[in-house]
């Protein structure tokens, strides 16, 4: 890990922050990731290893534990701060949780009161309004926004207003969305050519989220085989949406869909509307 750490200094990076919290069973299986949250003494050794090997900043993100009879939060980040990191991310579920359930945001607050480390809080902020009553219910210095991103990459600068006093406007309109979808698709396409049209799928899902007959709309993708094919339907559903039936006539609007974690997904990324 030091020589990795120092490998990534040589690369220009500004921080390092380590993954303490990733749930995955491969990582798991080599005893990294949120496995290190169930040997302190070790995680200990390993991260003051790393700060001591560079001259960056690091950091850590954390789970609340490996499962909620376990939870030990408070504790690591006792770990981590006597390591020398600089601030601690807390995503608020434990390892056997994944990304399921509720965030425990309490644990967030917990660790707060136990440290005098910087604590970024993480875990279920969707809104605006979420990331204020984060902050409001657990005195997090920060938020960081995962998996809440993807349907609403927009969710960041409505935030910030919001956090800063002022209205945060409204969401994003379907128009908004869809041009977007098209943008991000132009900017794969430049990098990827046409395996572009494959990478997209999952992006076109969580832009249509929620929005009407969008599973129609995502099937179709997954059957694209060029960019020019995945905009030319795109195009057509942002004409379809636009001229559908409103909340209350005769067809209503798809309901939102819920929470998708990837679990569904095949190795290109195709997916049911999620």
Not at 72 to 86: D, H, I, T, W, Y
Not at 150 to 161: G, Y
Not at 193 to 217: F, I, P, Q, T
């Amino acid at each position: 890990m030091a020589e990795a750490a120092r490998m990534c200094e040589g690369m220009g990076f500004d921080t390092l922050d380590l993954n303490y919290g990733c749930p995955v069973r491969k990582v798991i299986a080599r005893e990294a990731g949120a496995a290190m949250l169930t040997d302190l003494d070790r995680l200990q050794r390993v991260t003051t290893a790393v700060v001591n090997a560079v001259s960056l900043p690091v950091t850590a993100k954390i789970r609340i534990g490996w499962d909620r009879e376990s939870t030990n939060a408070p504790e690591v980040v006792k770990a981590l701060e006597r390591s020398g990191v600089q601030w601690v991310t807390v995503h608020a579920r434990a390892r056997s949780e994944k990304f399921t359930g509720q965030a425990h945001w309490e644990v967030i607050a917990a660790v707060k009161q136990s440290t005098t480390l910087p604590v970024i809080g993480n875990g279920d902020v969707k809104t605006p309004e979420d990331a204020l009553r984060m902050i409001q219910e657990t005195g997090c210095d920060g938020i960081m926004v995962g998996r809440g991103s993807f349907v609403n990459p927009w969710l960041f600068e409505r935030a910030h207003r919001l956090l800063n006093g002022d209205d945060p406007g409204p969401d994003a309109t379907p128009r908004t969305r869809i041009s977007t979808a098209i943008a991000h698709l132009h900017d794969l396409a430049a990098k990827k050519g046409d395996y572009a049209a494959v990478l997209m799928r999952k992006h076109v899902a969580w832009y249509v989220r929620g929005l009407y007959d969008n599973s129609s709309l995502c099937r179709e993708v997954n059957h694209c085989s060029t960019p020019a094919e995945v905009e030319t339907l795109l195009n057509r559903y942002l004409e379809r949406l636009e001229s559908a039936p409103v909340a209350g006539d005769s067809e209503p609007l798809a309901p939102a869909a819920p929470e998708w974690g990837g679990e569904d997904a095949d190795a290109h990324g195709s997916c049911a509307a999620p």
